[in-house]
C-alpha cells in the first residue's frame, strides 16, 4: 500500500498537485470505500492494495493528475463539521468560510428565534453550518445558479437540516423579509474581472458565476449584495461578509460610506488573512 501510495504522490506531485501525499491518501481510502486514518492503520500494517481497489483508484489518480478538484472526485468536502455533496457546477467550499459561520454562531448569540439569510449561498455550506449551530434560527438560503441551487438541496436533502432555498438574485431578493432579518452572510463572487485563477481546479472548474465580481477590482456583486442586506436587515442586524485579502479597505470604505452601517470592521481568517467584513445596520 505505500508504495501504492508513493507512486501516486510523486504522480500528482509532478502535476503540481500542491497537497499529493494527502490527495492521493484521500483517493485511495474514497477508493476502498474507507476514512484516511482507517487506510492510514493499514498502511502501517503493510496491508496490499486489493485489486479491485487498484482498478478503481487508477483512473481517479488520473482525474486527479488532470486537476480535477480532488472533491469532485471524492464528491464530498468537510466544511464546519458537515459533509457536504459537491461536483460539477458548483463552488467548492474552502477552509477560510468557516470564518463567516464563527462570526455569525457570535452575531446570534442570545438572540431567540433570529432570522438568517445567506446570499450566494452555493451547494448551502455557510447557511447549512449556521442552522447545525444555531438549530433556533430561522435560515433561508439564496442562490441564483439552478445547478448550485440543486446541490444545495442535495445538501438540504442529505443533512435533514431545515434550510429554505430560494432560486433568485442576491441583489433583488427577499422583498418578504424587508427590515426582518437579523444576519445577512455572504460569499460573493469577488475575483476582479481579468484576473483569471492560477490553479486549474479554480479556473477550470469552479462556475465563472461564482468567481467574478463583475468589475476591476471585483466588488460591484459585493457591493450591490451589501446594499441589499441593508434593505433586508432590521436595525442593529448583522452583515458579514466575505471578500479577497487585497479588498479589506475598499470594501470596508464602500460600506462607510454607504450611510447606512455602523461598526463596520473586517477579520482576518486563521492564516492571518483579512477574509470578513462585519457591520451593523443603522437606525432605528
Ligand atoms: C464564491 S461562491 C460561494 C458559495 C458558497 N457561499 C460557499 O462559500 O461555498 C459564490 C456563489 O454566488 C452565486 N452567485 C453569483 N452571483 C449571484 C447573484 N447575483 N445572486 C445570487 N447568487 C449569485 C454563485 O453561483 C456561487 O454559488
Known amino acids: 500500500m505505500e508504495q501504492t501510495l508513493r507512486q501516486a504522490a510523486a504522480r500528482l506531485r509532478d ?9 492521493a491518501e484521500l483517493l485511495l481510502a474514497h477508493a476502498a470505500g474507507t476514512n484516511r486514518a482507517e487506510l492510514q ?3 502501517l500494517l503493510g496491508r496490499r492494495v486489493p485489486d479491485s481497489v487498484l482498478v478503481a483508484y487508477g483512473p481517479l489518480v488520473d482525474e486527479r493528475a488532470r486537476r480535477v478538484p480532488l472533491q469532485h472526485l471524492t464528491g464530498t468536502v468537510s466544511f464546519a463539521g458537515l459533509e457536504l455533496a459537491v461536483g460539477p457546477g458548483v463552488f467548492v467550499p474552502r477552509p477560510e468560510t468557516e470564518l463567516l459561520v464563527t462570526l455569525g454562531v457570535e452575531a446570534l448569540r442570545g438572540a431567540d428565534a433570529p432570522v438568517v ?13 449556521l442552522k447545525a449551530r444555531v438549530p433556533g434560527a430561522e435560515v433561508l438560503a439564496v442562490e441564483l445558479s439552478e445547478h448550485a441551487l440543486a446541490w444545495a438541496g ?8 431545515e434550510v429554505g432555498l430560494r432560486q433568485g438574485d442576491a441583489r433583488t431578493a427577499g422583498d418578504d423579509l424587508l427590515g426582518t432579518v437579523d ?7 469577488y475575483i476582479p474581472l481579468g484576473a483569471v485563477p492560477v490553479d486549474p481546479e479554480v479556473r477550470d472548474h469552479d462556475p465563472e458565476l461564482a468567481l467574478y465580481g463583475g468589475s476591476a477590482d471585483g466588488l460591484a456583486i459585493p457591493r450591490a449584495v451589501a446594499a441589499r442586506a441593508a434593505v433586508l436587515l432590521r436595525p442593529g442586524g448583522v452583515l458579514l461578509m466575505e471578500h479577497a485579502e487585497v479588498q479589506r479597505e475598499a470594501l470596508t470604505r464602500a460600506l462607510r460610506s454607504a450611510g447606512v452601517w455602523r461598526e463596520v470592521a473586517d477579520h482576518d481568517d486563521l492564516t492571518g488573512r483579512p477574509r470578513v467584513a462585519r457591520a451593523v445596520r443603522a437606525g432605528g
Open 154 to 161: 442535495e445538501n438540504v436533502a442529505r443533512s435533514g437540516l
Open 117 to 129: 439569510v445567506d446570499l450566494c449561498t452555493g451547494c448551502g455550506a455557510v447557511a447549512l453550518a
Open 183 to 189: 444576519l445577512v452572510t455572504c460569499n460573493p463572487p
Open 41 to 43: 492503520r493499514l498502511a
Open 15 to 23: 502535476a503540481g498537485v500542491v497537497s499529493a501525499r494527502v490527495d
